[in-house]
């Protein structure tokens, strides 16, 4: 079956610093590809998505490529915040959107 | 504009008393619906999922159970809580028809069970 891999983490940060989250997946067929935010005791929120090979999602600063060659969508950002500090989510949809396999999360910390 | 809302937001149930979260969908029709869990430090684990009124796929066999009474209006149940339900419940919705493939989540149900 589908299903999603990330780094776990957690990942420490100095402010200004650049931020990657490796995130691969494997799919049967042409899934979305999404990655989501959930910042301490809140619900998840979509920060980005791409929906076909060489897509860029983009959001506040955040990128991911939608790579199928490599079957990656990474998520990047050039100069993180304390304000971005929260578990990122990567995750894909196949099937009408019905069917959502997400990562394990990635919990990110950014010191001042 | 949609809007998604669960209650209640924080529960504190002793071991085998019942449960239910409530979940309803504003500004759309025919949503998809979906229950996750969210154990602590830990990934989302989807239990139920529904495409229509009384229309429940269950992922996980558990002693958890969902119910979908109105289209926009879904609840998880359980008759007898166990230690193990303790976690983070969320609703969230996506599209029914052109579906984007996005998902919108609601705020989430902190439960602890004793």
């Known amino acids: 079956g589908d299903s999603v891999t990330q780094m776990e983490g957690p990942v420490t940060l100095s402010e200004e610093a650049f931020l990657t989250i490796n995130c691969t997946y494997t799919?049967?067929?042409?899934?979305?590809l999404f990655w989501y935010v959930q910042y301490p005791g809140e619900g998840l929120q979509l920060l980005l998505k791409a929906t076909k090979a060489d897509d860029k999602g983009s959001n506040k600063g955040f990128e991911a490529t939608y790579r199928k060659e490599t079957t990656s969508f990474h998520l990047e950002k050039g100069s993180v915040q304390v304000s971005d500090s929260a578990v990122y989510f990567c995750a894909l949809s196949e099937w009408r959107g019905q069917n959502f396999v997400f990562g394990p999360g990635t919990r990110l910390s950014v010191l001042p | 504009s949609q809007t998604i809302h669960q209650w209640p937001a924080t529960l504190v149930q002793p071991v085998g008393s019942p449960l239910s979260l409530e979940c309803t969908v504003e500004g759309t029709s025919n949503p998809n619906l979906y229950w996750y869990r969210q154990a602590a430090g830990r990934g989302l684990q989807l239990l139920f999922y529904s495409v229509g009124i009384g229309q429940i796929s269950s992922e996980v066999p558990q002693n958890l159970s969902a119910s979908r009474p109105q289209d926009r209006q879904f609840i998880l149940s359980s008759k007898k809580l166990l230690l193990s339900d303790s976690g983070f419940y969320l609703c969230a919705w996506s599209w029914g028809s052109g579906n984007t493939g996005e998902l919108f989540f609601g705020e989430g149900s902190r439960l602890t069970v004793l």
């Open positions: 799919a049967t067929g042409y899934p979305s």
